[in-house]
């Protein structure tokens, strides 16, 4: 069974940094491809970034430059790391499995960031 | 940001048919690229609805279908449940976005 798991998340204040986790099991992070995706309070859904299973990495326009999606293909863990965090970060970031279609098949149960001071 | 235009809501009374629309453009939906729908119940991670237009994952009812034609794509919800009570997203991949987009989600009341 496939199962994604995140942390890291908490309260920072803004300018601050921070870096997600997610442990995956039931399949390989390094062989497939894998998004972060966010939700504001009460807003919709949000495209962050992707690592494709060759490396290959894209962000959205609203946190190039800032957050940093990688791998560790020995403890089979997504991550990212968000620098220069704004009050504008403040969501659940919920990692994803992504299929070559570009459909997110298996979520995570998210974690919450919240940029304040 | 969200490039694909969905209604904020839709409702219908139980058993009846609904349907929720998404507009996109010439750099995603209209460029070829799959279009993706999802279910967000209150408090939970969205789950994989539809993909590749109108394929389902096993384990979703067949009350649910999708489809799509030209910058535009639809899902339809036949014999609306009480359960079906949530939010829905369309998503696609936006070439000039390198990247994925989601619509703006309707949420599906039913009465």
């Known amino acids: 069974e496939v199962q994604l798991v995140e942390s890291g998340g908490g309260l920072i204040q803004p300018g601050g940094s921070l870096r997600l986790s997610c442990a995956a099991s039931g399949f390989t992070v390094s062989s497939n491809y894998m998004s972060w995706v966010r939700q504001a309070p009460g807003k919709g859904l949000e495209w962050v970034s992707v690592?494709?299973?060759?490396?290959?990495?894209y962000y959205a326009d609203s946190v190039k430059g800032r957050f940093t999606i990688s791998r560790d293909n020995s403890k089979n863990t997504l991550y990212l790391q968000m620098n220069s965090l704004r009050a504008e970060d403040t969501a659940v970031y919920y990692c994803a499995s992504t299929r070559d279609d570009s459909s997110f098949d298996y979520w995570g149960q998210g974690t919450l960031v919240t940029v304040s001071s | 940001q969200s490039v694909l235009t969905q209604p904020p809501s839709v409702s219908g009374a139980p058993g009846q048919r609904v349907t929720i629309s998404c507009t996109g453009s010439?750099?995603?939906?209209?460029?070829?690229?799959?279009v993706h729908w999802y279910q967000q119940l209150p408090g939970t991670a969205p789950k994989l609805l539809i993909y590749?237009?109108?394929n389902r994952p096993s384990g979703v009812p067949d009350r649910f279908s999708g489809s799509k034609s030209g910058t535009s794509a639809s899902l339809a919800i036949s014999g609306l449940q009480a359960e079906d009570e949530a939010d829905y997203y369309c998503q696609s991949y936006d070439s000039s976005l390198s990247g994925s987009v989601f619509g703006t989600g309707t949420k599906v009341t039913v009465l």
């Open positions: 590749g237009n109108s």
């Open positions: 010439s750099s995603n939906i209209g460029a070829g690229y799959d």
């Open positions: 690592i494709y299973s060759g490396g290959s990495t």
